[in-house]
Each structure stands twice: as structure tokens, then as C-alpha cells.
T-cell receptor
Framework: AQKVTQAQTEISVVEKEDVTLDCVYE???????LFWYKQPPSGELVFLIR??????QNEISGRYSWNFQKSTSSFNFTITASQVVDSAVYFC??????????????FGKGTHLIIQP | ETGVTQSPTHLIKTRGQQVTLRCSSQ?????VSWYQQALGQGPQFIFQ???????GRGNFPPRFSGLQFPNYSSELNVNALELDDSALYLC????????????????FGPGTRLTVT
């Protein structure tokens, strides 16, 4: 069975601080995909990044960066110089490689990020 | 390019009733997945439709059923509603290659908030 753990229920920082959201996953599959989604108060999940299990390179996109470490089964997300607009619930998710079968995502419980001005 | 749309936005039903939620996939996306998100939780995978057939299912009872139409739009039907069915129902669409391989990137709609009283 797959499992995603986001131990931080809520994080509150002051604007311009850096913040890291933790994600630890469990899977028996050797091929899988990891995702981060952002859910603002409007409720719509916004896709941020997808990573496959063979690619452990860190990725940076503007103020966002992701650190994937297979050895510790972690896929952490860092926001540099946080802004109020970053306030949202962030979800880490896992998908097994099904080769055409069910491609449902397994989500963590989310981390509520509050950026204070 | 039109994103994923869902209707209705909000719905209130009584325990024991039946409900139908609708989803139009993003242009060019032929796979639709449905998720249930209870308050304060991460989304949970209900099922996925591809080529008008159920392609995989999460841990949900048979009273949760669905349809996919030739234009790739989809419906989620829930019979014999229970109080615990109160949640945000999210639809996600994703493309597949011409060979049928999944893309593993799912794009979500704004959701339908269902309240069962």
C-alpha cells in the first residue's frame, strides 16, 4: 500500500522568510511519480510539479525548489522569500506506475501554509 | 484553452437521496478521475474513467458510480447518501498518448461542495 505523510499540519511565517514543507512517502513500487499541488481558499488544486522515481535531480522554478531524496523517501518543497500569495494548503501526492491501470493519486493530509505580512 | 469545469458548485441533499455531479475535462484530455476531499483532509481517489470505462477504483463502495461520455465529460453518481458523504468532490482530467500511456499529470477542477443533512 502507498502512503504519503506530511507531518506539518500548519506553518506560519512572516513574509520574505524561506519555508520548507516536508513530505515522506511509502511505496513498494520501484517506478512511481511524486507531485506537489497547491490548494488556495477557492478549493481548486493547482499542479506545481511532477517527479519520477528515476530522476533525483533537484528542481528550481523561480522561488520554488524541490529536493527529492530516494534514500530517505522524501520529496520536500521549499519556498524562498515567501509572499502572502503563497498562503494556501499544499499537498504532496504519489502515483504508482500502473502501465495503463489505475492512475489515482495518493495524497498526504496537506500542510496549511500561512504567510503573514 | 478551457480548464476542467464542474457543476454544480454547491449542493445540499438529504440522507438517503441520490446525487449526480458533472465534470467537463480540459480540452484534449481523455481521462477523468474523481476524488473526495473531506474537510481538513487530502483528496481520496474514487475512480478513473478512460475510453468510457472505469479504469481503476479506490476504496469506495459500489454506491459510488460514474460514467464517461464520448466527449470525455464525466458524471459521478452517489446513491443512498450518508452524512459522511459530505465533502468537496474534485474532478481531474489528464491526457494520454496516442498509444494509451497515461501522462500522470492530473489537472483539477474547482470542485463541487456536497452537504448531506
Amino acid at each position: 500500500a502507498q502512503k504519503v505523510t506530511q507531518a506539518q499540519t500548519e506553518i506560519s511565517v512572516v513574509e520574505k522568510e524561506d519555508v520548507t514543507l516536508d513530505c515522506v512517502y511509502e511505496t513498494r513500487d520501484t517506478t512511481y511519480y511524486l507531485f506537489w499541488y497547491k490548494q488556495p481558499p477557492s478549493g481548486e488544486l493547482v499542479f506545481l510539479i511532477r517527479r519520477n522515481s528515476f530522476d533525483e535531480q533537484n528542481e528550481i522554478s523561480g522561488r520554488y525548489s524541490w529536493n527529492f531524496q530516494k534514500s530517505t523517501s522524501s520529496f520536500n518543497f521549499t519556498i524562498t522569500a515567501s509572499q502572502v500569495v503563497d498562503s494556501a494548503v499544499y499537498f504532496c501526492a504519489l502515483s504508482m506506475y500502473s502501465g495503463g491501470g489505475a492512475d489515482g493519486l495518493t495524497f498526504g493530509k496537506g500542510t496549511h501554509l500561512i504567510i503573514q505580512p | 484553452e478551457t480548464g476542467v469545469t464542474q457543476s454544480p458548485t454547491h449542493l445540499i441533499k438529504t440522507r438517503g437521496q441520490q446525487v449526480t455531479l458533472r465534470c467537463s475535462s480540459q480540452s484534449g484530455h481523455n481521462t477523468v478521475s474523481w476524488y473526495q476531499q473531506a474537510l481538513g483532509q487530502g483528496p481520496q481517489f474514487i475512480f478513473q474513467y478512460y475510453r468510457e470505462e472505469e479504469n481503476g477504483r479506490g476504496n469506495f463502495p459500489p454506491r459510488f458510480s460514474g460514467l464517461q461520455f464520448p466527449n470525455y465529460s464525466s458524471e459521478l453518481n452517489v446513491n443512498a447518501l450518508e452524512l459522511d458523504d459530505s465533502a468537496l468532490y474534485l474532478c481531474a482530467s489528464s491526457p494520454r498518448t496516442s498509444g494509451g500511456a497515461p501522462s500522470y499529470e492530473q489537472y483539477f477542477g474547482p470542485g463541487t461542495r456536497l452537504t448531506v443533512t
